[in-house]
């Protein structure tokens, strides 16, 4: 089939490559022109473990292009809306500036009868409204959310573990049997596959990463207490995890969850129960947002604590930039916050991050980025663990305590072994253990 992606952000760039990756034309548009030149070189403008493969493997086949005019996706059957919708500067809600510009900007272009499908995370009622607009156009709507986890997200997208399909009005089951189309190769695989109302859709998708945001802030406010009590988070979690009404994934505690998604994405479903009367519902979303925040602070304050005196001037390793690992997205991230409010306190911060470096410079410059893993160890009297790389993780701890001038470490994400680092000497702090 042939295709557009309108949007070639993180969401929108996967969704194009893995799309062309399943034997469709596709073309993306986006209004930054360096960025479609970027991914018409075969290079992505994030770093996603596989996309560059897909992206240059689309691009060679011809299957695959990239575009600033919306003409060029006059031809497509179906027209995928992958815009960011982030947190309006003015309040919790989102910003759908994006999405209502690129709706307005396709309609003049699109082929009558064509298909449009929102990815976009949106607060539900949205698909109602934007179907007000594009069916007077002469095309259809429907809104299939995204369910991508970053390091992850090609292998989401080809092989999800679910489809969604909101659809409405005369032609829904249409609207299905295009999707379906589009998705044929992987619904051969059995692919489960649920065809709701577009409030439904919308809502899948918060409700979703509210429910996970709900779990991580759950364990973390159980390290709270953990903290007050001697008791060990980590072994409590894999206690409860065994219960299969529970679980065990989403339950590690550390300084929290952070990224584009979870954070305004709660915030936003906050704000749109209160303008639909009934915030009451979700009120406990602004304690799991709380919950979150909290753990930053009390990595930032385990820091200072372990100095005998003031944090002005000691050196402190933060390990970390990226929200989390296999990805640079540094938006909310967690360590980056970390990392930010230790310099405000003097200390000197000397970070590494071995994929989010450069977007971290570019948006804190203030911040000392080291080359490398041992220049940031090098002469720190404190090492903050925040982002769980794998080369954190395997770090030997008698080799970095030879690099160290202070041997103390805290494990923002309880991936370290404390036995291990405490018999190498040194003092260690986990979250909640």
Same mark, same amino acid.
């Given at each position: ?12 760039? $996967? ?18 022109? !360096? ?17 560059? =493969? ?69 607060? $539900? ?8 607009? $594009? ?10 959310? +995204? ?13 999800? #573990? ?38 439904? &859709? ?10 996970? &945001? ?23 979690? #894999? ?35 209160? =303008?639909?009367?009934?915030? =009451? ?28 005196? *003031? ?17 640079? @997205?540094?938006?909310?991230?967690? !360590? ?16 590494? @991050?071995?994929?989010?470096? +450069? ?15 041992? =220049? ?17 993780? +395997?770090?030997?701890? &008698? ?7 202070? *041997? ?26």
């Amino acid at each position: 089939m042939q295709l557009s992606v309108i949007g070639c952000g993180y969401l929108g760039a $996967v969704h194009a490559a893995a799309m062309a990756s399943l034997g469709h034309t596709v073309v993306g548009i986006d209004v930054d022109a !360096a960025k479609v030149a970027t991914l018409s070189s075969g290079k992505a403008p994030i770093y996603e473990p596989g996309l560059n =493969e897909i992206l240059q493997a689309g691009l060679d086949s011809g299957n695959l292009s990239f575009s600033t005019d919306y003409a060029d996706a006059a031809s497509a059957e179906v027209h995928f809306i992958g815009v960011g919708t982030p947190q309006r500067k003015d309040g919790a809600g989102a910003d759908l500036t994006y999405v209502d510009a690129a709706i307005g900007d396709l309609l003049p272009h699109a082929t009558a009868g064509s298909l449009v499908v929102g990815k976009s995370t949106v607060p $539900v009622g949205t698909a109602e409204r934007l179907a007000g607009v $594009v069916r007077p156009a002469g095309l259809r709507l429907a809104w299939n959310p +995204e369910f991508l986890r970053e390091g992850f997200a090609v292998q989401d997208t080809v092989a999800p #573990d679910r489809l969604v399909y909101g659809v409405g009005g005369d032609a829904a089951d249409d609207d299905v049997a295009t999707l379906d189309a589009v998705y044929a190769s992987i619904l051969e695989r059995d692919t489960p596959r649920l065809v709701t109302d577009y409030a439904t &859709a919308e809502l899948v998708k918060v409700a979703a990463n509210s429910f996970l &945001a709900t779990k991580i802030s759950f364990i973390n406010a159980m390290a709270e207490i953990a903290e007050v009590t001697g008791a060990d988070v980590t072994q409590l979690a #894999d206690a409860i995890g065994h219960d299969v009404r529970i679980g065990r994934k989403f339950l590690n505690a550390g300084v929290g969850f952070g990224g584009g998604c979870l954070p305004k994405d709660i915030r936003a479903f906050t704000a749109r129960a209160e =303008e639909l009367g009934r915030g =009451e519902s979700v009120a406990f979303l602004k304690q799991v947002d709380e919950i979150n925040l909290r753990r930053r602070q009390r990595l930032v304050d385990l820091v200072v604590d372990s100095f005998d005196g *003031p944090v002005f001037g000691r050196r402190v390793a933060v390990l970390g930039l990226a929200f989390k690992p296999d990805s640079d @997205d540094i938006r909310d991230s967690p !360590a980056l916050d970390v990392a930010v409010r230790l310099k405000g306190l003097g200390a000197e911060v000397v970070s590494y @991050d071995p994929q989010a470096m +450069e977007t971290a410079r570019r948006a804190h410059p203030q911040l000392t980025y080291a080359d490398s893993l041992e =220049e940031a160890l090098t002469d720190a009297e404190a090492v903050a663990v925040v982002t769980e790389w794998k080369q954190f993780k +395997e770090l030997d701890p &008698a080799a970095t305590a030879e690099l160290v001038a202070r *041997p103390v470490v805290f494990d923002g994400r309880n991936v370290l072994d404390p036995a291990a680092w405490r018999q190498a000497g040194w003092t260690y702090t986990g979250m909640g253990r």
